[in-house]
């Protein structure tokens, strides 16, 4: 394993760190699969790109997670500027044996505008629709489910302390590089799965939440790689074990931050902007269940039984539902902390992506200003079929092949993508889908666990 980290600086201890000319500072965006791209600057140059960032070519945008790329409409020429978010700057140097992780998110930037297959310029565009509509704006902190791979770990009973105890130096440095990434840690545990661990961080407002996602999945990979594990995000490890999601909690917020989505005399005390809010986010679910649950092997982890979610459908703290609505136990706080969990979203999609298609749905609910739906007090594979569709429980789709063509033979949901966003999108998805067409379920869960 390698060396503990320290508390002191690196660069108090003339290590590398500040003031090290071999510091490189990572311009980073995540992509239509939902991974962290990159390039670097010397740390002494990065002021100088900060109002125009660095070339990249566009063609890149239809990289699949692995060494293909999609067929795709951008020649050898066209480029977009990756912007740096100044605001997300992220500076770790914890490390005794490691240069400090630096980076900084980025807009994709075409002629002074995000660019139209940038999923930050995506989820930008949603936020606006939903402010000017209604004056409100989302709360949102997504939880990283993770398994732990590397240094010889045993099987470890789940849940257990010694599950805790036995990464130990894992939780530690994990809890000081988060506490520095200042990404409102809340909870570091141990999950139901061998060797699964659990992040939970606070809500953030607007398109900070999805960067706040992204900032957290790295600086979780970074402190696993530091002492010698590698953290796996993928939906589904193998085709038996447990899921790993990358459940949404979410609330609606007025302009001075303040929590909207409770009312103590509605109906499982939902304002009535944020019922149909869900109701827009269950009617539409099976049709974006492409830009949540985006890869082949997403439709391993969905389906009944799972807690991870198999239907369309809404129930207070069902975890077998959709959406589940999270009442605080603590009735002072109802009001402040009350919200509602997206449970399909898995972490090979874009949290950008993710998040754009909560608000467009949500939106569109309010647009329609659509009823409440049915509430569940049971897993929704109990009810019969007839039941469920008394209901108007939808099954969720049970491939990504069936979820594309939902998306696509959806007018709403098609509309929410610009169209050549769109239409790249649905061939590095198709293309993935090709790449496992002849693959065993095993062999393409090992190749996601090593992409993710
Ligand atoms: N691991 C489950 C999933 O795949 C979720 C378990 C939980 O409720 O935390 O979504
Ligand atoms: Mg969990």
């Known amino acids: 394993m390698a060396r503990r980290a320290r508390a002191a600086t690196a660069a108090k201890k003339g290590r590398p760190g500040a003031g090290d000319p071999g510091e490189i500072v990572l311009l980073v965006w995540t992509d239509y699969v939902g991974i962290t791209r990159c390039r670097g600057v010397p740390v002494a140059q990065f002021k100088d790109r900060h109002a125009t960032g660095l070339g990249w070519a566009v063609a890149g945008q239809a990289l699949t997670p692995f060494e293909d790329i999609a067929d795709n409409p951008w020649g050898p020429m066209t480029e977009v500027r990756q912007t740096p978010v100044l605001a997300t700057e992220t500076r770790i140097a914890i490390w005794d044996d490691a240069p ?11 002629a002074g505008r995000n660019w139209d297959c940038c999923v930050r310029g995506l989820l930008k565009d949603a936020l606006a629709d939903l402010e000017s509509e209604t004056g409100l704006s989302l709360a949102a902190a997504f939880e990283h489910e993770f398994l732990l791979s590397g240094n010889n770990l045993p099987w470890i009973v789940p849940f257990s302390v010694e599950q805790m105890r036995m990464v130990a130096p894992f939780t530690s440095d994990l809890t000081r590089a988060l506490l520095i990434a200042d990404v409102g840690l809340e909870t570091v545990e141990p999950e139901y799965g061998v060797r699964q661990y659990e992040i939970s961080c606070g809500p953030a407002i607007g398109v900070a939440a999805a960067d706040r996602c992204v900032i957290t999945r790295e600086v979780i990979r970074e402190t696993a790689r530091r002492l010698g594990f590698r953290a796996s995000f993928t939906p589904k490890p193998t085709p038996t074990s447990v899921g790993n999601g990358a459940h949404v909690h979410f609330s609606l917020v007025d302009a001075k931050g303040v929590n909207r989505t409770f009312d103590a005399g509605q109906p499982a005390q939902i304002s009535i902007a944020a019922q149909r809010f869900a109701a827009g986010v269950v009617r539409y679910m099976p049709e974006f269940c492409a830009l949540v649950a985006p890869s082949p092997v997403s439709y391993l982890r969905l389906g009944p039984h799972h807690w991870s979610c198999g239907y369309a459908a809404f129930g ?50 309010i647009r329609q200003k659509l009823p409440l739906p049915a509430m569940l007090d049971r897993d929704p594979a109990d009810y019969s079929q007839s039941e469920r569709a008394a209901l108007g429980v939808r099954p969720l789709p049970s491939s990504l092949g069936e979820a594309l063509d939902l998306m696509l033979a959806s007018k709403t949901v098609s509309s929410w993508l610009p169209d050549v966003m769109r239409d790249s999108y649905v061939a590095v998805k198709r293309k993935e889908i090709e790449m496992f067409a002849e693959a065993t379920p095993e062999a393409m869960c090992q190749r996601y666990h090593d992409a993710y």
């Open 316 to 365: 207070v703290q069902n975890r077998e539902a959709t959406i589940r609505a999270c009442p605080s136990p603590d009735p002072a706080k109802s009001a402040k902390a009350f919200n509602l969990e997206l449970r399909p979203p898995d972490a090979t999609a874009s949290p950008y992506m993710v998040l754009a298609a909560l608000v467009r749905a949500g939106l569109e609910g």
């Open 100 to 110: 400090a992780f630096h980076f900084a998110l980025c807009d994709s930037m075409l």
